[in-house]
């Protein structure tokens, strides 16, 4: 589901065999044109490689925990602790790999902090030097959004609260998302039908200013793709579905 919902590639794990996928070949032409544009390596090919294991990974188990959403089982519920334990994992490497591409990208000013307007919730924004790092840094931030979020179902479910720290890291993850809007809003006709998967993924972690925001930034990308409602209620209520959806907890959707 991760590359899927981006670009229309599918990614599957099970045990006879694994596919070659066309979103690897992309990631791996986006590194060759970081090389290409500077002598750095921000993320070199083996930290696109882990990234492809743990999208594969996790995709396997946000399907898991669908299953159990569509047919829930007390006895079950003690799975979550193991899978939590392998989400965690995951997104202490998903998180290394972007802050590896997001200092390396600010190292050799391909990736530029910018202050906000002093009324913006956000303090500061950030400008790439090309839509393609913006993109591989916002499918890291996903990745990292899908598997925090997931871990915070389950908490819930076993704890019958929500955790204060993993709330805390998905507030963190949405918070860079948002600070890459600017710069998609700033590319206009370049900017293509940029996937907005990332972004609604930040929906529900946002107070009332911030959703605003989103969907302010969805509807603006959305002129490329046209699937949002007419009124802003009703595409607020679309952004709260598709958020479920595009984070493994709609059992309704399949996750890939």
Request: proline share 5%; glycine share 4%.
């Amino acid at each position: 589901m991760l590359p899927s919902v981006m670009f229309g590639w599918t990614v599957k794990e099970n045990d006879e065999s694994q596919e070659v996928v066309p979103w690897e070949e992309a990631f791996a032409r986006v590194a060759k044109a970081q090389e290409k544009a500077s002598l750095m390596q921000p993320l070199a090919l083996e930290d696109l490689a882990a990234l492809s294991g743990c999208c594969i990974h996790l995709n396997a188990r946000v399907s898991q925990f669908q299953s159990w959403l569509r047919e829930p089982d007390s006895k079950n519920k003690l799975k979550f602790t193991y899978w939590n334990k392998d989400l965690s994992e995951m997104e202490k490497t998903m998180t290394q790999l972007s802050n590896r591409l997001a200092q390396g990208g600010l190292k050799q000013g391909h990736m530029v902090i910018l202050p906000m307007d002093d009324d913006h919730f956000l303090e500061t924004r950030y400008h790439f030097s090309w839509p393609l790092l913006c993109l591989l840094y916002m499918v890291q931030l996903y990745t990292q959004l899908v598997a925090l979020t997931v871990m915070q179902e389950t908490h819930t479910i076993l704890h019958g609260e929500a955790s204060k720290t993993l709330h805390a890291r998905l507030r963190e993850a949405a918070l860079e998302v948002w600070k890459c809007g600017p710069y998609l809003q700033s590319l206009d006709a370049m900017t293509g039908p940029f996937p907005t998967a990332p972004i609604f993924a930040t929906y529900e972690i946002a107070n009332l200013e911030e959703k605003e925001y989103v969907l302010d930034l969805v509807r603006y990308l959305d002129k490329y793709w046209g699937n949002l409602p007419r009124t802003r209620e009703e595409q607020r209520l679309y952004l709260s579905k598709m958020a479920l959806s595009l984070t493994g907890r709609d059992p309704d959707t399949p996750y890939f």
